[in-house]
């Protein structure tokens, strides 16, 4: 009983620093909503880590968009090109004509299989100055995406260079939508109160319907303009150093970009399964863990898979399967260790969703701010597979939402192939303007 207790301090000792107070939350928000305010602003902008984005994007779709659009979609799992059809009740993807993987994209040719001219909305999900909704200046590539000669282009030039140069012909690209805009676009088709956009996969980012007399980057007060956040890189000032633990600092070191994306580090799928790991790590160093027997599979980078938080997460899985799991990775775990690794994936999982739910309280209420509203009603669409797999994301997400926004009431929408559907509908929206 004695060495269980021991055990139980060292665990909440090594744990405590990932279990965030309501008043921690609370702050967050605070800074997020700091952020944006600089971030918006003209000259202030600089100074923010959150870079607030002009999308060019001012309307959400109003359901007149017709026609058949060209959808290419850069910056997931999976590099995609898409025939898209708007029609009067529907909008769905009419073939899928281009599929691969994106770590071979390079040196394949891709304007092969797009024999038709269709007017093109290109989704493109990494930070971009835009400078109108074709022209789009890479700031830099994140989510481990590294193609060199890229950053301080414009990707749309590029894109047309390529198939210029690669299949000669032209490309008649209308829009280029960042993922966070399509899931928003595409969501709104369906229900016209969605004015948010977020992605939890790979990264996490978000994107909101600002009032433009806010947006000092862009000339110009009437209406609304969507602003893609970037707040992935939330923190990379500073501002959040009072979060990060050692597990944090020891993910952002060892990753391909140190010091970048500190709040996307906190919250994505492609950086859970990794702090989990190295809490892991430190578990058995302290000898609570595996009876302390080091364990050399769980040295290696990225070996303990997010997707593993959202299996031993499961309520009522039975330990057997989470033993199943640790076996795997040849780690030879008693019934007691898998108890305290699925706590350990609770608490990252539960951090990274409140987190997440700081971030969206601090947008809902700029936006019920601005409308001058004492309540409001808003939607945000959703897309990525940790949202979406997760047992226990999206619930704690929308709890602690609640709790930091009473004042608005927030349904989330999951999107369906959003970064097609949604360039398509930029694209529509455009062609509908112009
Ligand atoms: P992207 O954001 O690149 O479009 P996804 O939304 O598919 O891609 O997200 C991919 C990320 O989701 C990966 O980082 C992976 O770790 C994570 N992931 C994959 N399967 C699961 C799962 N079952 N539960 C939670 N996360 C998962």
Request: charged share 20%.
């Amino acid at each position: 009983a004695c060495e269980i207790a021991i055990i139980r301090r060292k665990v909440d000792w090594l744990l405590s620093p990932l279990r965030l107070s309501h008043s921690d939350l609370q702050r967050v928000q605070a800074l997020m909503r700091q952020e944006m305010e600089l971030g918006l602003g003209k000259e202030t902008n600089a100074r923010s880590s959150v870079c607030m984005l002009p999308t060019y994007v001012r309307a959400t779709p109003d359901g007149t968009e017709r026609g058949e659009f060209l959808a290419l979609d850069l910056g997931g799992t999976n590099f995609r090109v898409l025939v898209v059809r708007v029609a009067e009740d529907s909008i769905r993807i009419a073939s899928e004509i281009y599929i691969i993987p994106t770590s071979i994209v390079q040196g394949t040719g891709v304007a092969d299989l797009m024999e038709q001219i269709l007017p093109l909305g290109f989704t493109f999900s990494f930070p971009c100055q835009q400078l109108g909704l074709d022209k789009a200046v890479l700031l830099n590539w994140t989510k481990g995406f590294n193609a060199s000669g890229c950053v301080g282009k414009d990707v749309v030039q590029l894109l047309r260079d390529a198939a210029q140069r690669k299949e000669n012909f032209a490309l008649n690209v209308v829009a280029v939508v960042n993922d966070t805009v399509g899931t928003m676009m595409s969501c709104g088709y369906e229900d016209p109160k969605c004015e948010i956009g977020l992605i939890v996969g790979t990264g996490t980012n978000a994107c909101y319907m600002e009032e433009m007399r806010n947006v000092g980057t862009v000339e110009g007060n009437d209406g609304r303009m969507c602003i893609n956040m970037e707040w992935g890189a939330f923190g990379d000032n500073g501002c959040l150093d009072h979060i990060f633990t050692t597990f944090d600092r020891l993910v952002d070191e060892k990753s391909i970009n140190p010091g970048k994306q500190r709040f996307e580090k906190l919250i994505s799928g492609m950086y859970l399964g990794e702090i989990v790991r190295y809490i892991l790590l430190a578990m058995v160093e302290k000898q609570v863990l595996f009876h302390g027997k080091p364990c050399t599979k769980l040295q290696t980078k990225d070996i303990f898979k997010t997707r593993f938080l959202s299996t031993i997460e499961i309520d009522g899985l039975g330990l057997r399967k989470v033993l199943a799991i640790l076996r795997d990775l040849d780690l030879h775990a008693t019934f007691e260790d898998s108890v305290l690794v699925r706590e350990v994936c609770q608490t990252v999982s539960l951090r990274a969703a409140q987190l997440c739910a700081a971030g969206m309280a601090a947008v809902v209420e700029k936006m019920r701010e601005n409308r001058g509203l004492d309540q409001l009603v808003v939607t945000v669409g959703v897309d990525g597979t940790l949202y979406k797999m997760h047992p226990h994301f999206s619930q704690n997400l929308q709890q602690t939402l609640q709790v930091l926004a009473p004042k608005c009431t927030v349904t989330f929408l999951q999107s369906e192939d959003g970064s097609g559907k949604g360039a398509a509908l930029v694209a529509a929206v455009a062609c509908r303007e112009a």
